[in-house]
């Protein structure tokens, strides 16, 4: 009996050898593959996909009935902790001055792949009479004999793919074929557009009549007081910019993320400021901006307009307060922020309950009504209605305010973060 066992246990062994995949002749998938960890970008923070009913979580002042509640789904995605700041947006004004001085010098060549390359390493003259002489204030417009910087210079090339076009006009039954290449042409769907990236610093005069604050104008942007502050002045488009922009810095380190930084869709925001929480006023719970100490909780216009009784005149720091549950600061007041997202009236009425987005890539000679984004989160400037989590407000795409910036996200591929830890 026991030599019969030994026996089967021998066969056994003999066929599973016999049975094990040999060089291809398997399907056990593509081998080698590289392995695949989540990379936390500097100064975001993780979102967990979850479920959340959208929508106001108190009366609806204005009776406008635009966010009517509705549950929806959300995935995953990392969010900038604070509003993009002064000094971080400037980082990429100063690469857009500087990638713009090199091709002024001739600092140009092509690279191994034969596509023009700027050589970055090359020194760049800006002594007076030099090179780049033009990209300063000339003659008539020079200030008090200042030598500043022409900022209407500063144009950057930006692009992004039309996907939902794309995807509606594709046929999959007539068009996986080499007769297809005209009709479904890619290059139709790669978007390009060129625009000024400066912050409107004017807006601060502009927003305001009979308001003396030509002082934010001249220093707000520039001066160090300010660098830890968020940005503002800038239109929708120029964040879209800054995104992309951001993504191609990303994509030069070795740990390369593929999906882009973006903004936010207007129902990941309301996910994010809730940090975690269902059914709350407020990024930090409900029913009041009074902690139990008396100080308030967010930069809004208190009361009767009392502007500094939070802390800040106009804006403060952008972690001014504590952040909510999900490491979040200032979702509510400070900057309202910019989402992705059009603005409809009615949207809550047709929206997927899954990953919903409403987006119109809105043209220069559209209607005005077609230009509205969705903006949240309410401003330094804004009654305490303003700064709920679940207020609709918008505004349009190609304006500039002083209460308004942005943040960036960037979708999380996976189930969970938990999974790699």
Same mark, same amino acid.
């Given at each position: 009996m026991k030599k019969n066992q030994i026996l089967s246990v021998i066969a056994g062994a003999l066929l599973l050898v016999a049975c094990a995949p040999k060089d291809g002749k398997q399907l056990v998938g593509v081998q080698d593959r590289p392995t695949w960890e989540p990379i936390v970008p500097y100064g975001m923070q993780y979102v967990p996909s979850g479920a959340l009913h959208i929508g106001p979580m108190d009366q609806d002042v204005s009776s406008s009935l635009v966010a009517r509640p509705k549950q929806v789904s959300i995935q995953g995605f990392f969010m900038d902790d604070t509003e993009i700041t002064n000094n971080e947006y400037r980082q990429f004004v100063y690469w857009v001055i500087d990638s713009i001085a090199h091709v002024k010098s001739g600092h140009v060549a092509p690279n191994q792949a034969g596509v023009d390359s700027i050589n970055w390493e090359e020194p760049l003259d800006w002594s007076p009479g030099g090179t780049l002489d033009g990209m300063f204030y000339q003659g008539d417009e020079k200030f008090a004999n200042k030598r500043n910087l022409d900022v209407r210079q500063l144009q950057f090339d930006y692009q992004w793919y039309d996907w939902k076009n794309a995807a509606n006009d594709f046929d999959w039954k007539t068009d996986f074929n080499r007769q297809s290449k005209e009709k479904h042409n890619r290059a139709k769907y790669i978007k390009r557009e060129s625009l000024r990236?400066?912050?409107?610093?004017?807006?601060? @005069?502009?927003?305001?009549?009979?308001?003396?604050? =030509?002082?934010?104008?001249?220093?707000?942007?520039? &001066?160090? #007081?300010?660098?830890?502050?968020? @940005? @503002?002045?800038? #239109?929708?488009?120029? #964040?879209?910019?800054?995104?992309?922009?951001?993504?191609?810095?990303?994509?030069?380190? =070795?740990? @390369?993320?593929?999906?882009?930084? +973006?903004?936010?869709?207007? &129902? =990941?925001? =309301?996910?994010?400021? +809730?940090?975690? &929480?269902? &059914?709350?006023?407020?990024?930090?719970g409900n029913y009041y901006v009074r902690n139990a100490k008396g100080c308030l909780l967010a930069n809004f216009k208190p009361g009767r307009g009392d502007y500094p009784a939070d802390g800040g005149l106009y804006t403060v720091k952008a972690d001014g307060y504590f952040p909510n549950d999900y490491g979040l600061y200032c979702m509510a007041g400070n900057v309202a922020e910019w989402t992705s997202s059009a603005y409809y009236e009615n949207a809550y009425s047709f929206i997927h309950d899954l990953q919903p987005d409403v987006r119109f890539d809105a043209k220069e000679d559209d209607k005005l009504t077609w230009k509205r984004k969705s903006v949240r989160g309410g401003s330094w400037k804004d009654v305490s209605y303003a700064i709920q989590t679940g207020t609709r407000q918008w505004e349009f795409q190609d304006t500039t305010h002083s209460y308004i910036g942005f943040r960036c996200v960037l979708t999380f591929l996976g189930r969970s973060i938990n999974d790699f830890k």
């Open positions: 990236i400066y912050p409107d610093t004017l807006c601060w @005069v502009r927003d305001f009549s009979y308001s003396y604050n =030509e002082p934010m104008t001249r220093n707000y942007f520039n &001066h160090p #007081a300010f660098d830890d502050y968020p @940005v @503002v002045g800038i #239109a929708w488009k120029q #964040a879209m910019a800054f995104c992309y922009w951001r993504t191609n810095l990303w994509d030069g380190f =070795e740990e @390369v993320n593929t999906e882009d930084f +973006r903004l936010p869709t207007e &129902h =990941e925001w =309301e996910y994010a400021s +809730r940090g975690g &929480h269902e &059914h709350t006023i407020y990024p930090w």
